[in-house]
């Protein structure tokens, strides 16, 4: 019961500071989970980063509950989703109420256009971070360069890289490797 309420403490506070969406909030998981407390390995987040990915729902919370389920069961998975949404919940609530209000505020706009650059630094170093552990061979790299190709290059949807992607990977790792 005690990793379960340090895990449900992690996940609350992760969600507190998650400014820019989920996959901010990737990096501050990795780091939690992972480099401080060493609940997971780095192998185990990048499978749950896949995981959380190919499901549908946000990032965040779909890496929240996988993580939670990996470290402690189903019951902690569900206390980790709850944990990570408490927090921007309230905040989504209390915005959506104020908003009107606030919109026009110059010292709102201004702090909003110093988060938004700060959230795409974080969310550029949690990509960085996970492409260091997620590279295991020169066919990964193949893997990423193939997936960019697909999103940004043909203009297809990200699922059709991920199909593609785990196609190659059941051909190649399956049956050539």
Known sequence: MDLVLRMCLAFIKIGAFCFGGGYAAVGLIENEVVKTMGWLTSEQYINIIAIAEMTPGPIAVNTSTFAGYLMSGPVAGILCTLSIILIPSCLALLTAFFFEKVKNNPKVQVAVKGIRPGAIGIIAAAGISIAKSGFHDY??????????????????????????????????????L
Not at 151 to 166: D, N, R, T, Y
Request: charged residues 10%; proline residues 3%.
């Open 139 to 176: 066919w990964s790299a193949l893997f990423f360069a193939l997936a960019a190709f697909i999103i940004f290059k043909l203009k297809k949807s990200p699922i059709i890289a991920l199909l593609s992607c785990g196609a190659l990977g059941v051909l190649l790792y399956g049956f050539i």
